[in-house]
T-cell receptor
Framework: EAGVTQFPSHSVIEKGQTVTLRCDPI?????LYWYRRVMGKEIKFLLHFVKESKQDESGMPNNRFLAERTGGTYSTLKVQPAELEDSGVYFC????????????????FGPGTRLTVL | DAKTTQPPSMDCAEGRAANLPCNHSTISGNEYVYWYRQIHSQGPQYIIH???NNETNEMASLIITEDRKSSTLILPHATLRDTAVYYC?????????????FGKGTTLSVSS
């Protein structure tokens, strides 16, 4: 079974430019999450989709960030315009819909996209 | 904010057991203890979780104190590939799709 994939693995852009990150979750996983780690800080939650709907976007830092998950499959995270402080590693994770009898709710993470804003 | 406290770093000799402590004194009765790790340049990886009983899987063992205010992750025979940042996280079970709240974690360095 393929894991969570993210594209690109690295992106270097200049301040003010736009970048779009893509995440392909594990097939059949309804839940999709975005996290990021900026330099020297902890991994922070950005938002969560259940299928195509945004369930929780409390972690989105500002309106320069736009996440979509059309069709409930892959997701994109667009940063427009990018600022220096957006540099960091952006992780995507997915998990199956939790069942009443489920004993855990493991999130499967992708390898991340390293974004550098110059 | 993270509800757990972990030492910032630990060292372990290859082949020895690595015991990583975690304090979660404010844990509530329906919160589980989860452990994830992040190996350099990879995404976080689930290790194990538990409520109040000790748990073991192919990766590690989890020992939770009777009062549930602390726990220990045990890697029985650490290898160089176990060098990573280990995160102890408390969260509700079956809270479908809730975010993981990562703290600073413990950087485990395994050396030969």
């Amino acid at each position: 079974e393929a894991g969570v994939t993210q594209f690109p693995s690295h992106s270097v852009i200049e301040k003010g430019q736009t970048v779009t990150l893509r995440c392909d979750p594990i097939s059949g996983h309804d839940n999709l999450y975005w996290y990021r780690r900026v330099m020297g800080k902890e991994i922070k939650f950005l938002l969560h989709f259940v299928k195509e709907s945004k369930q929780d976007e409390s972690g989105m830092p500002n309106n320069r960030f736009l996440a979509e998950r059309t069709g409930g499959t892959y997701s994109t995270l667009k940063v427009q315009p990018a600022e220096l402080e957006d540099s960091g590693v952006y992780f995507c994770a997915s998990s199956p819909r939790a069942l009443r009898t489920s004993s855990y709710n493991e999130q499967f993470f992708g390898p991340g996209t390293r974004l550098t804003v110059l | 904010d993270a509800k757990t406290t972990q030492p910032p770093s630990m060292d372990c000799a290859e082949g020895r057991a690595a015991n990583l402590p975690c304090n979660h004194s404010t844990i509530s009765g329906n919160e589980y203890v989860y452990w994830y790790r992040q190996i350099h340049s990879q995404g976080p990886q689930y290790i194990i979780h538990g409520l109040k009983n000790n748990e073991t899987n192919e990766m590690a063992s989890l020992i939770i104190t009777e009062d549930r205010k602390s726990s220990t992750l045990i890697l029985p025979h650490a290898t160089l590939r176990d060098t990573a940042v280990y995160y102890c996280i408390v969260r509700l079970l079956n809270q479908a799709g809730t975010a993981l709240i990562f703290g600073k974690g413990t950087t485990l360095s395994v050396s030969s």
